[in-house]
Every structure is written in C-alpha cells, then in structure tokens.
T-cell receptor
Framework: DAGVIQSPRHEVTEMGQEVTLRCKPISGHNSLFWYRQTMMRGLELLIYFNNNVPIDDSGMPEDRFSAKMPNASFSTLKIQPSEPRDSAVYFC???????????FGSGTRLTVV | AQSVAQPEDQVNVAEGNPLTVKCTYSVSGNPYLFWYVQYPNRGLQFLLKYITGDNLVKGSYGFEAEFNKSQTSFHLKKPSALVSDSALYFCAVKTNQAGTALIFGKGTTLSVSS
C-alpha cells in the first residue's frame, strides 16, 4: 500500500482565494482525520470521519472551512476564502478500528499571502 | 474531555546516554496512549502504543514507554540515544470508546549530541 496520499504537497495562494486539499486514505481504513499543525498551536484536530460520515467537526476553526468524504477512498478539506492565518501544515490520517494507530500522510504546506 | 501534556519543549542528551521524554494525560475511562515521531518536513510516524496489558510497551527503533495509571503518565524512554533519534516527539491519547479521536500534546524536540 502506498500509505495515506495527500495533494498538493505545497500550496501558495493569495488571500481570498479558495483552497482545496485532498487526501486518499489507506484502503480498508474506516476512519479519516484532518489535523492542522502550527508552531503556536501544535497539532489540532479539525474534523474526523468514520465510515465516510463526519463524527466531530468541533475543531473546524470557522465557517470558511469545510470537509467532505464522498466515498471511502477520498476526502477534501476546503478553505474559502483563505486568510494568511490559515497558513499551516495540514495532515490527513487514517486508521482501522478503535485501538488502531493512525497512519499520517506527508502533509500539505499551505501558505496564504 | 481528554488532554495530554508534554511538560518539556526540548530535551537534550548526549549520544549513548539514556533518554526520557515525559507525557501525562487526562481522560475519562481507560486510555489508549500513543507516541509518534516527526522528522523535518515529514508526516508523523507511529512509534508505539498502549491499549491494555503489560505496562511496559516496546516499539520501533529501540524505544519503549511505561504506562503508569496512578501517575497518569506514559513516558517515552530509550536506554542509549543515537544522534539519528533527534526529532520532534508527540504523545497522544484517546478513550477506549468508539467515535473518539487522538488528541496530541504540543510535542517535545529531542536533540541528541555526538
């Protein structure tokens, strides 16, 4: 298995533009997680899905952020409109079962100028 | 609510010396505890986990961690540090209930000098 695949690896965009981050989880994993990493706040859980259904989105910063998981092999995190304070590394992870460890993707480094 | 604390932002050790990276947690019910490592410009890599059973858990690259329920701690240890162990280490916790996600500590930077 190729692991959790995230795209793009790097994204530079101007303030106000829409940004879409993509994730392909490991086949057979039934849970998918989006995290954001910054120097100031560390790793923050944004949202997670179980069997393609959003379970907890309380970590989503505001209405500018949205996430979807249309099927078991694909998820997106969208920011519209983007702001400079959204600059961070966004990680997607997947897992199987309640006690399973998470497998993380390589992350998307987002820079909003 | 669940939370995890890593009291040290940075740990410095000399190569060959033992290392400890501290972690304490707060969770309702029985905890599932994890350690992850992150190298520069990389994603997080799983090191080890405690779910149940023996309090001493052995993981990748010679690391181990001891679950201490009375002290609500899960410190990461290694008998002899390597320069290549230098990285950012994260402790994480979740409950044993379905439908919960891992909450991560702020991370501890381990620096091993030669």
């Amino acid at each position: 298995d190729a692991g959790v695949i995230q795209s793009p690896r790097h994204e530079v965009t101007e303030m106000g533009q829409e940004v879409t981050l993509r994730c392909k989880p490991i086949s057979g994993h039934n849970s998918l997680f989006w995290y954001r990493q910054t120097m100031m706040r560390g790793l923050e859980l944004l949202i997670y899905f179980n069997n393609n259904v959003p379970i907890d989105d309380s970590g989503m910063p505001e209405d500018r952020f949205s996430a979807k998981m249309p099927n078991a092999s694909f998820s997106t995190l969208k920011i519209q409109p983007s702001e400079p304070r959204d600059s961070a590394v966004y990680f997607c992870a997947s897992s199987a079962g309640t006690g399973g460890g998470y497998t993380f993707g390589s992350g998307t480094r987002l820079t909003v100028v | 609510a669940q939370s995890v604390a890593q009291p040290e932002d940075q740990v410095n050790v000399a190569e060959g010396n033992p290392l400890t990276v501290k972690c304490t947690y707060s969770v309702s019910g029985n905890p599932y505890l994890f350690w992850y490592v992150q190298y520069p410009n990389r994603g997080l890599q799983f090191l080890l986990k405690y779910i149940t059973g023996d309090n001493l858990v052995k993981g990748s690259y010679g690391f181990e961690a001891e679950f201490n329920k009375s002290q609500t701690s899960f410190h990461l240890k290694k008998p002899s540090a390597l320069v290549s162990d230098s990285a950012l280490y994260f402790c994480a916790v979740k409950t044993n209930q379905a439908g919960t996600a891992l909450i991560f500590g702020k991370g501890t930077t381990l620096s091993v000098s030669s």
